[in-house]
């Protein structure tokens, strides 16, 4: 009898507590979603990368010496992602120095892509063989992109 003070405050705290967590709660799971939408896009971009980009830049990302670079911790995967949007969209026609070392292949412009599966590509390159950067966004490459385009 002499703690029945307590029952109504132990009710009154957990009432309080319940209210906090509900509204912590849809929060939490918010935080996660960019999570899955990088998960998604590195998915979505390794669908891509195996259909346009295998071929020259190899499955480890390794590309071909002399000819196509490779995509492994070079300042152009790393570095501006504008730069490494417009490549893909522009293409290149001429040799390129990357890092100290020459290549001379022509790569094709790939600017029939979406701007998601452009976005999705960059993302699992910036992601993949040993890489660690952030993604490229639909709205990186809308603002690179030409109006009206894709």
């Known amino acids: 009898m002499k703690f029945s003070f307590l ?14 967590v509900k509204k912590h709660t849809p929060a939490a799971s918010a935080k996660k979603a960019p999570v899955q939408n990088i998960a998604a896009s590195i998915n979505s971009g390794k669908a891509v990368y195996t259909q346009y980009c295998l071929t020259c830049h190899q499955a480890d990302g390794g590309g071909v010496q002399n000819m196509n670079p490779p995509l492994i911790k070079t300042s152009y995967v790393l ?20 890092d100290g070392d020459t290549y ?6 790939f600017n029939y892509l ?15 063989f040993t890489n660690k950067a952030s993604a490229v966004t639909v709205d990186e490459v809308n603002k690179i ?6």
């Open 104 to 109: 001379n292949n022509i790569m094709p412009s």
């Open 7 to 20: 029952l109504p405050a132990t009710a009154f705290l957990y009432t309080s507590l319940s209210a906090q």
């Open 114 to 128: 979406s701007n998601q599966q452009v976005a999705d590509v960059l993302t699992f390159v910036r992601n993949s």
């Open 79 to 98: 570095g501006d992602k504008g730069r490494i949007i417009k490549i893909v969209l522009n293409g290149f026609n001429q040799k390129v120095d990357i």
């Open 145 to 150: 992109r030409p109006a009206g385009k894709k």
